[in-house]
């Protein structure tokens, strides 16, 4: 067996074509943004950026390498609003007031944009993966036993670097919040993907997903659903609940690992790639937890509410079971050998995918807790070009994104806060105040001054 690397995938329309139904769809007024650094209990409105928009080239579509892009970003929380567009979402506090917001959000006009862009989205964002990963060679399932078992030992022992970056952080409370955050994309809708791959006929590998998926769902019991399990972790923090309330803090690797899985279940021409995905995923999750759970009660000591760890350290070890033997395994035994190279395919992406998480996570938790720092680089580094220019209002509407290159963020006019976790405390900054942006890291600027204007300068090195 070997994993190697293909070419690049073609485009079924050309970017020019892309770019114009993307931007149709981010112009919609639900679109916009509010000043708020958080978004308010409405789950159809989510900032999708049309600046950043702008700026993305659809000719090329995205790289294995550049997960932490600005493209990435952008395109990721495009594409995760389709998918959940194709999920239910309803406020808790009831629809009245937001009657307009559901009408347009699950209307004709957006839907139709996205029927017509969707699959081309999705070739845009997750094409590299048809040539990152091809398996060949001698699949059994006994080699692809032994592959999984292979890769989820080399997950449970390695280390975390975004939990180890909470555990070094200075303001660890702050750092543990952004994981939390990053978890939240998934915790607060969990299992949506998942609920793709029941319908159908498949035997009693389908009957063995279903059980998996009503402990996901609480075996029917409000209370115990995991989601809501995980509403109330971020309670004990203090944190906010609804679905997206933390829509600008998410970051692209996150984003781009939930909506991986949206892809495989969507297109069920790609289950047995679902199949390898959620058996990678479910047999490290179990470990995963128990890290996590060491990491915030070293932080919080009992002021947080882990049942949501202690629930999937228990019974992750169950589903790993489970989607190991009853559909992994059993899919390649009643499918046959040619399948085993789908399900390889589909636990290599998993582990790629959570690798990304792991490390954009990580990077954000050390910028955001090594803002000094970063002032200190900012006048230590040297700037290449012109820079670019942006302007803030006090009230306009907040939003976050990131550069494909390190820049040196300087205040040009007024005074503003840099913005760079969701429960931190905001950096402000005046008139000639200076931080290096490292490639990849998520911030937003929001104007203390009536107005103000900023300047992002390139900068030379690779920091
Ligand atoms: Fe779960
Ligand atoms: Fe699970």
């Known amino acids: 067996m070997t994993i190697q690397e293909q070419s690049l995938p073609v485009f079924a329309s050309d970017g020019e074509v892309l770019r114009d139904r993307v931007a149709s769809f981010a112009a919609n007024q639900l679109f916009g943004g509010r000043p708020?650094?958080?978004?308010?209990?409405?789950?159809?409105?989510?900032?999708?950026?049309?600046?950043a928009l702008a700026e993305v080239d659809f000719d090329r579509p995205l790289g294995a390498r550049e997960f932490a892009s600005s493209r990435a970003l952008t395109v990721h929380r495009i594409l995760g609003t389709y998918y959940e567009s194709e999920t239910v979402l309803l406020p808790e506090q009831g629809l009245a007031g937001l009657r307009p917001d559901f009408e347009a959000f699950y209307g004709e006009e957006l839907r139709r944009i996205r029927e017509s862009s969707l699959s081309d989205l999705e070739r845009f964002a997750f094409g590299f993966l048809d040539g990152e990963v091809e398996v060949s060679g001698d699949c059994t399932p006994e080699v692809l036993d032994t592959y999984l078992r292979h890769l989820v030992d080399e997950?449970?022992?390695?280390?975390?670097?975004?939990?180890?970056?909470?555990?070094?952080?200075?303001?660890?409370?702050?750092?543990?919040?952004?994981?939390?955050?990053?978890?939240?994309?998934?915790?607060?809708?969990?299992?949506?993907?998942?609920?793709?791959?029941?319908?159908?006929?498949?035997?009693?590998?389908?009957?063995?997903?279903?059980?998996v998926f009503i402990d996901e769902f609480g075996y029917g019991v409000h209370e115990s659903k995991h989601t809501t399990i995980f509403t109330k972790m971020l309670?004990?923090?203090?944190?906010?609940?609804?679905?997206?309330?933390?829509?600008?803090?998410?970051?692209?690797?996150?984003?781009?690992?939930?909506?991986?899985?949206?892809?495989?279940?969507?297109?069920?021409?790609?289950?047995?790639?679902?199949?390898?995905?959620?058996?990678?995923?479910?047999?490290?999750?179990?470990?995963?937890?128990?890290?996590?759970?060491?990491?915030?009660?070293?932080?919080?000591?009992?002021?947080?509410?882990?049942?949501?760890?202690?629930?999937?350290?228990?019974?992750?070890?169950?589903?790993g079971r489970i989607t190991r033997e009853e559909i992994l395994l059993a899919l390649a035994e009643r499918h046959g050998n040619h399948v085993v190279p789908e399900l390889m395919r589909g636990i290599a992406e998993a582990r790629m995918l959570g690798g990304w998480f792991e490390d954009d996570t990580a990077a954000q938790i050390t910028w955001s807790d090594t803002i000094p720092r970063h002032r200190e680089l900012a006048a230590d580094a040297?700037?290449?070009?012109?820079?670019?220019?942006?302007?803030?209002?006090?009230?306009?509407?907040?939003?976050?994104?990131?550069?494909?290159?390190?820049?040196?963020?300087?205040?040009?006019?007024?005074?503003?806060?840099?913005?760079?976790?969701?429960?931190?405390?905001?950096?402000?900054?005046?008139?000639?105040?200076?931080?290096?942006?490292?490639?990849?890291?998520?911030?937003?600027?929001?104007?203390?001054?009536?107005?103000?204007?900023?300047?992002?300068?390139?900068?030379?090195?690779?920091?």
């Not at 708020?36 to 600046?51: A, C, K």
């Not at 995923?281 to 202690?310: N, Q, S, T, W």
């Open 36 to 51: 708020d650094l958080l978004h308010g209990p409405n789950p159809y409105r989510r900032t999708l950026v049309p600046e």
């Open 155 to 211: 997950a449970a022992r390695g280390d975390s670097p975004a939990l180890d970056a909470i555990a070094t952080a200075a303001d660890r409370p702050a750092a543990a919040d952004t994981y939390l955050v990053q978890l939240a994309l998934d915790g607060l809708t969990e299992a949506s993907a998942m609920s793709r791959n029941l319908g159908g006929a498949y035997g009693p590998e389908q009957s063995a997903l279903f059980k």
């Open 235 to 319: 309670g004990s923090r203090g944190m906010a609940s609804h679905v997206h309330a933390y829509w600008n803090f998410y970051l692209p690797g996150p984003i781009a690992i939930n909506n991986h899985y949206y892809l495989l279940s969507r297109d069920h021409a790609k289950f047995f790639r679902y199949a390898g995905a959620v058996a990678y995923a479910e047999a490290v999750f179990a470990p995963a937890f128990v890290k996590m759970i060491k990491v915030f009660r070293d932080v919080f000591g009992d002021d947080v509410d882990l049942h949501y760890c202690d629930e999937h350290a228990h019974i992750d070890e169950h589903h």
């Open 382 to 463: 040297t700037l290449d070009g012109p820079p670019e220019r942006a302007e803030r209002t006090r009230g306009a509407a907040f939003h976050t994104r990131n550069h494909d290159h390190a820049v040196v963020l300087e205040i040009e006019d007024g005074e503003a806060e840099l913005v760079t976790s969701a429960t931190g405390t905001p950096t402000p900054l005046a008139k000639g105040d200076a931080v290096l942006v490292p490639a990849g890291r998520v911030y937003g600027v929001r104007a203390l001054s009536d107005a103000s204007s900023h300047l992002l300068h390139p900068v030379r090195t690779s920091a």
